[in-house]
């Protein structure tokens, strides 16, 4: 069965680096997600992405955030300068955009020392 | 504001039915999903209602009330792998984002 994979598993960096997060999704889906869960709390949504541009994001994905599906597969979420409230699961998810149900990546878990 | 509540914890037996709640208030509702998360795990999805009534899958149900802002996940037959948190997550959508509430641990006990 296809599925979301996510790399790298776990990223410890220092407070004030730049990290990037990588996403391969299911090779037929059109939409793309980024959400984070902060240990023991909700998921909670950061960005969507289709058709390479931005259709949505939250508050929480404010300047020192980006994405970008630099070729056919991928799918990454860059955070410029990591603050210590940075970390947490982040999970990348994808959907066909014909039917509801989203399909989420196992996960990195950011570390920001 | 977007806001799902749901309860923090159940503790049910092994071969009992439960019942989690949710409750929602958001600016935008298309449809309710629910999700469950093994500790460690990636949300996966179990359910999903865009209308009234009940939706049965296995051994899951989902009922929804959009009148009432609310819905529920019914788990019969418990086992002890159901022992995971359960969130349900509102869409405006079908590729919209999805909010989600605040979680309802599940512990199954013998």
């Known amino acids: 069965e296809p599925e979301v994979t996510q790399t790298p598993s776990h990223q410890v960096t220092q407070m004030g680096q730049e990290v990037i997060l990588r996403c391969v999704p299911i090779s037929n889906h059109l939409y793309f997600y980024w959400y984070r869960q902060i240990l023991g709390q909700k998921v909670e949504f950061l960005v969507s992405f289709y058709n390479n541009e931005i259709s949505e994001k939250s508050e929480i994905f404010d300047d020192q955030f980006s994405v970008e599906r630099p070729d056919g597969s991928n799918f990454t979420l860059k955070i410029r300068s990591t603050k210590l409230e940075d970390s947490a699961m982040y999970f990348c998810?994808?959907?066909?955009?014909?039917?509801?149900?989203?399909?989420f990546g196992p996960g990195t878990r950011l570390t920001v020392t | 504001g977007q806001s799902l509540e749901q309860p923090s914890e159940v503790t049910a037996v092994e071969g009992a039915i439960v019942q989690i709640n949710c409750t929602y208030q958001?600016?935008?509702?298309?449809?309710l999903s629910w999700y469950q998360q093994h500790d460690g795990g990636a949300p996966t999805f179990l359910s999903y209602?865009?209308?009234?009534g009940l939706e049965e899958t296995g051994r899951f149900s989902s009922f929804l009330s959009r009148s009432d802002s609310y819905g529920y996940l019914l788990l019969q037959e418990l086992q002890m792998k159901d022992s995971a948190s359960y969130f349900c997550a509102v869409d405006t959508g079908t590729a919209s984002k999805l909010t989600f509430g605040t979680g309802t641990r599940l512990q199954v006990t013998l």
């Open positions: 209602n865009a209308l009234d």
């Open positions: 998810a994808s959907s066909t955009g014909v039917y509801y149900e989203q399909y």
């Open positions: 958001t600016s935008g509702f298309y449809g």
